[in-house]
């Protein structure tokens, strides 16, 4: 049998990590301000998180949603107190396009209709529900689209005031645009979707799988604007590499015995994973070090020439380049030994742990200066 070709790669072959750094299988050292698309939150191989894995590995690795898991409560309490969500529920899955089609699904549970309001280069997932509503036909098979859908222009309030009515189930969208090249959603559009769905009834779905878990600078995207969504999911950082997702859900909503479920979510081994990484979020201040450490990054790249325009919040960056991104990605990996991502053919993406240090950031700076000098 051989792997089916989807993706695209680079002749890498990382064998250890630690922090902000990975070492490949010729003990060649990376910096590494991609996090693995967003998912390594408190740095690779944190003492802590390894410590608590193999632990709860010795003692029970899984087993399934029908005993106690108290790991389950912990995680809950620990997330509520966070991200000053205490009333809000948890539903825990596996990854973040399940995340989103739990929401999309308890939103059309609640209140009973179909249309679902998405916006333009939004990304969600690829399941069913969750690619229907992603912006990209390419990723799309026909039996995906689904005429439920209405794909408004992003950051437009005129366009979110007239489509939104009693018709309307859910508006699903990112505070911070991720795959969509790290576009942020203003607080006036974020307050319009608000106010809109309190009017009609329509449920507003935060998908913060990029954007959440303490990257923009607050714990949540959508604090900085001042809203509360009724339902957010959340996913990548949240297990700092083990998979797990989940959406909180506003007290509005009331469970029902089988109205959702699944296998995996909410097992022993991911429990413990998200619980050791919201410790050590807690613990090393990482909400607020995402805040300063990415203001650092920002105010720096201002000086840059070459850059057309700089986008994000905290240490989810966008740096959108005059020239196309992919030399410059390439020759930062492969003679400056950085990785970083790329969002479309202009605008590279940091995402690295939130744990990076100005002094790892400096490292990059001068990386990028060299590499522009050059490309
Ligand atoms: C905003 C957003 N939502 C959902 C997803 C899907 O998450 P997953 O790949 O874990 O299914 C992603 C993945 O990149 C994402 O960026």
Same mark, same amino acid.
């Given at each position: $049998? ?7 790669? *680079? ?16 003990? +060649? ?33 899984? *087993?399934?949603?029908?005993?106690? #898991? ?9 997330? @509520? ?17 399940? !995340? ?31 690619? !229907? ?43 911070? +645009?991720?795959?969509?090249? #790290? ?18 009834? !329509? #449920? ?21 604007? @001042? ?54 979020? /807690?613990?090393?201040?990482?909400? +607020?070090? !995402? ?22 919040? @905290?240490? $989810?960056? @966008?740096?959108?380049?005059? +020239? ?20 479309? /053919? ?30």
């Amino acid at each position: $049998m051989t792997l089916f070709n989807v993706y695209p790669l *680079y002749d890498i072959e990382p064998v250890r990590a630690q922090g902000s750094y990975l070492w490949d299988k010729n003990g +060649q050292q990376y910096l590494d301000l991609y996090g693995g698309h967003a998912v390594i939150s408190i740095g690779h191989t944190h003492p802590v998180y390894v410590r608590r894995l193999t632990q709860q590995l010795k003692n029970i690795g899984f *087993y399934s949603n029908s005993v106690k #898991i108290p790991s389950q409560e912990e995680l809950a309490d620990k997330l @509520g107190k966070i991200s000053g969500l205490k009333d809000y529920y948890l539903f825990l899955v596996n990854s973040g396009a399940e !995340a989103n089609e739990n929401a999309l699904k308890l939103a059309s549970f609640y209140n009973g209709r179909k249309k679902i309001i998405a916006f333009s280069k939004g990304f969600h997932g690829r399941t069913s529900a969750a690619v !229907a509503v992603t912006d990209n036909p390419a990723i799309k098979a026909p039996i995906n689209f689904d005429d439920h859908v209405q794909i408004l222009p992003f950051n437009d309030v005129e366009a979110v005031k007239r489509a939104i009515d009693t018709d309307t189930c859910a508006v699903i969208v990112e505070g911070i +645009q991720g795959v969509g090249g #790290i576009q942020v959603a203003s607080d006036e559009f974020l307050k319009t979707i608000r106010k809109a769905c309190d009017k009609t009834g !329509a #449920i507003f779905i935060h998908d913060s799988v990029q954007c959440g878990y303490g990257r923009s600078g607050k714990f949540f995207s959508f604090q900085h604007s @001042g809203v509360k969504p009724d339902i957010i999911s959340t996913a990548k950082g949240m297990g700092n590499g083990f998979p797990i997702g989940s959406i909180l859900i506003s007290p509005k909503f009331q469970a029902k015995h089988g109205m959702l479920g699944t296998t995996f979510g909410g097992n022993h081994l991911a429990c413990t994973a998200a619980n050791a990484v919201l410790d050590v979020i /807690k613990k090393e201040k990482l909400v +607020q070090n !995402a805040a300063t450490v990415g203001d650092y990054l920002f105010e720096n790249l201002k000086g840059f020439s070459g850059i057309k325009e700089l986008r994000g919040k @905290g240490l $989810m960056i @966008g740096i959108e380049f005059e +020239q196309p991104v992919e030399p410059i990605r390439n020759a930062l990996l492969f003679d400056q030994k950085i990785f970083t991502g790329v969002a479309g /053919k202009h605008t590279m993406r940091l995402l690295p742990s939130l744990a990076l240090t100005t002094k790892e950031a400096d490292i990059f700076l001068d990386a990028l200066k060299k590499v522009l000098a050059k490309v």
